[in-house]
């Protein structure tokens, strides 16, 4: 949201403005600059919620695998056990 507040700001500062053709919203207005700030701060909700969501996925995976290899570690001892009984 800082990144965006400073370019916003450098386009006032050269007195550029922004208007959308499709959603009718014009930024030379109080208004149409809050409809801006609004979807850039959704814009910004759905960043943090995909990364939340993906270290969430990670963990899990992560423990996943920690199961997988204690398997694997048991299979391979009772497998070596095995052998020496022979």
Do not use: P
Not at 17 to 40: H, K
């Amino acid at each position: 949201m800082h990144d965006f507040a400073g370019i916003w700001e450098l386009f006032k500062t050269h007195n550029c403005s922004f208007q959308s053709l499709r959603e009718n919203f014009d930024t030379t207005t109080a208004a149409g600059e809050m409809v801006l700030y609004t979807i850039a701060n959704i814009a910004q909700f759905e960043r943090r919620q995909v990364s939340e969501r993906v270290a969430v996925n990670m963990n899990a995976r992560a423990q996943q695998l920690d199961m997988i290899l204690m398997k694997i570690k048991l299979d391979i001892y009772f497998l070596i056990l095995f052998i020496v009984r022979l």
